[in-house]
Nanobody, 122 residues
Framework: QVQLVESGGGLVQAGGSLRLSCAAS????????MGWFRQAPGKERDFVAA???????YYADSAKGRFTISRDNAGNTVYLQMNSLVPEDTARYYC????????????????WGQGTQVTVSS
């Protein structure tokens, strides 16, 4: 079992930055691929970024060049640095975990956090 707790969300103006954190506890963190997803009201949960157990990263087109995912295996934490935020980035952001290899499909992740709200004002 893996427990995930997100933090770092908030209200920011367009063009601003936020850094989300996801603290993991339970099984060996370094064995897990970690993903960030987001969900706006009335919409599906969308892939944002992922990092596999070897540290290789993957991004949705909307995140490329603006967001950076990273992990600290010693601290059991994964981060999402978000720059140049736009109102379309407004959503609840979720951290997820699955063994070894990352995926862009929410259904392939085994563990989820409760999410953290990000609101970008224009």
């Amino acid at each position: 079992q893996v427990q995930l707790v997100e933090s770092g969300g908030g209200l920011v103006q367009a063009g601003g930055s936020l850094r989300l954190s996801c603290a993991a506890s339970g099984r060996t963190f370094s064995n897990y691929a970690m993903g960030w997803f987001r969900q706006a009201p009335g919409k599906e949960r969308d892939f944002v970024a992922a990092i596999n157990w070897r540290g290789r990263t993957y991004y949705a087109d909307s995140a490329k060049g603006r967001f950076t995912i990273s992990r600290d295996n010693a601290g059991n934490t994964v981060y999402l640095q978000m720059n140049s935020l736009v109102p379309e980035d407004t959503a609840r952001y979720y951290c997820a975990a699955r063994v070894n290899w990352s995926s862009s499909r929410p259904s392939e992740y085994d563990y989820w956090g409760q999410g953290t709200q990000v609101t970008v004002s224009s």
